[in-house]
């Protein structure tokens, strides 16, 4: 709240001639019946604020939509219905996307969230918080073992008991530091594989949108393609940008700007 008048005032100084037209915003966690968290309300005021201010529209959307907005761009993925994953430390869950944009909660972890999971792990090898950057560039050209088992039933998956396990291992002194954080992505893939196969086996949508800022480690992408490929998935991955994975603000502005165009040409 304190930083955003200030970004304001900066964004006015490094675009000055740019006529505003619209504004688009962030107003509940997901896009479902009484999806509510205070944090959004800070968002939502100041995009109500401005539309105020400036006589603009303010079109509200979802964090989650925004994610999968992001996504998508130059992803790749062909128009039409398509599944899409949202990993991230707040959220790990399955949904149908339909062409209208309604987003439909298929599945997802039943515990712990993947970027929980990451960040656990990390933090217990002694990395600071965040954890995924760092933990990412100490499993760097080490191979798994598979030393920690993946859970995965239908479409929900867990992460509580490979977190115990992995706390095990860390506590036994048995493993490096870097084959412990190797073995986390292997858990990933592994995990994430299953659940996708699960959920396009279920719903016979081949086409799979992968978001949010676990999605935007590399080394999460090369381990979960190397394992779609020894199982032979039945499922196609499409993964945006790195940068846009974990930035959804890149999708809201996407959203606003799509529901802009379609009422001014109208």
Do not use: W
């Not at 339909?98 to 972890?109: A, P």
């Not at 990395?127 to 995924?132: E, I, K, N, V």
């Not at 412990?180 to 299953?194: C, D, N, P």
Request: charged fraction near 20%; aromatic fraction near 6%.
């Amino acid at each position: 709240m304190q930083n955003l008048p200030e970004l304001m005032a900066q964004l006015r100084s490094d675009i000055p001639d740019t006529e505003f037209v619209a504004v688009a915003a962030s107003f509940t966690p997901r896009d479902v019946e009484g999806s509510y968290m205070p944090v959004f309300t800070v968002g939502s005021g100041m995009a109500q604020s401005i539309g105020a201010a400036m006589s603009i529209p303010v079109y509200q959307t979802n964090h989650q939509s925004g994610h999968v907005a992001a996504a998508k761009l130059e992803s790749g993925i062909p128009e039409g219905e398509h599944l899409a994953l949202h990993l991230s430390g707040g959220t790990t869950e399955v949904l149908l996307c339909h062409e209208n944009g309604k987003l439909d909660l298929l599945g997802g972890s039943s515990d712990l969230h993947a970027g929980q999971f990451v960040d656990r792990v990390g933090v217990k090898l002694g990395l600071g918080f965040p954890a995924g950057p760092a933990l990412e560039e100490l499993a760097e050209g080490i191979e798994p073992q598979s030393l920690v088992g993946a859970k995965c039933v239908g479409m929900d998956c867990s992460f509580s008991g490979a977190e115990a396990q992995m706390m095990r291992l860390i506590d036994s002194g048995e493993y490096s530091k870097e084959q412990l954080a190797a073995e986390v992505y292997s858990v990933l893939a592994r995990t994430i594989e299953k659940l996708l196969s699960n959920a396009a086996k279920e719903t016979q949508v081949k086409n799979v949108l992968l978001a949010g800022g676990v999605v935007s480690s590399n080394r999460f992408r090369r381990e979960l393609l190397a394992r779609m490929k020894r199982q032979r998935s039945p499922f196609r991955a499409f993964f945006g940008k790195p940068e846009n994975s974990g930035d959804n603000a890149v999708g809201v502005a996407m959203i606003g700007y799509e529901a802009y165009t379609k009422e001014t040409d109208k």
